[in-house]
C-alpha cells in the first residue's frame, strides 16, 4: 500500500466512525517526518480515544501492524504509521494545535470523494 493509500484507508476508516472535519495534509515536501498527515477530531474523549483504536484495529486486520501511538489518555492521539501520521484531536485540543494553520503551505488533498459531511 501507498503511502497515499494508506491515508485515504484511514479517512474511510476515521469517517465510518463518525470522525469529524477530517483532512489530509500532504508534507513531502516540507518534512521528512511522514509523506501525509491524517487530522480528524473525535466528539469526546471516548470517541476520540475510539476513533484511535479503530483504525489500528481496521489497519491491523489489514496486515499494517507496525503503528506506534502515544497519547492515548490526552486530547491529541497520534497514530505513527511511519509515511503516514494520523492525528485524533478532541475539539478543543484540535483549535489549539491547529495542525492546518502550521502546516499551510502543505497540499491539502481532495478527500471529498470519500467524505460525505
Not at 95 to 109: I, P
Request: hydrophobic share 40%.
Amino acid at each position: 500500500m501507498t503511502p497515499k493509500e494508506l491515508a485515504l484507508e484511514t479517512v474511510k476508516i476515521l469517517d465510518k466512525k463518525k470522525a469529524t472535519d477530517i483532512k489530509v495534509i500532504e508534507v513531502t515536501e516540507q518534512t521528512i517526518v511522514a509523506d501525509f498527515f491524517v487530522i480528524a477530531t473525535g466528539t469526546s474523549s471516548t470517541h476520540t480515544k475510539s476513533l484511535a483504536d479503530d483504525v489500528e484495529h481496521e489497519l491491523k486486520l489489514q496486515g499494517i501492524t507496525d503503528g506506534h501511538i502515544e497519547g492515548r489518555a490526552t486530547g491529541w492521539i497520534l497514530l505513527d504509521y511511519g509515511s503516514v501520521l494520523v492525528h485524533v484531536f478532541d475539539k478543543q485540543s484540535r483549535e489549539y494545535y491547529n495542525l492546518e494553520r502550521l502546516w499551510a503551505d502543505a497540499n491539502v488533498v481532495d478527500i471529498s470523494d470519500i467524505v460525505k459531511e
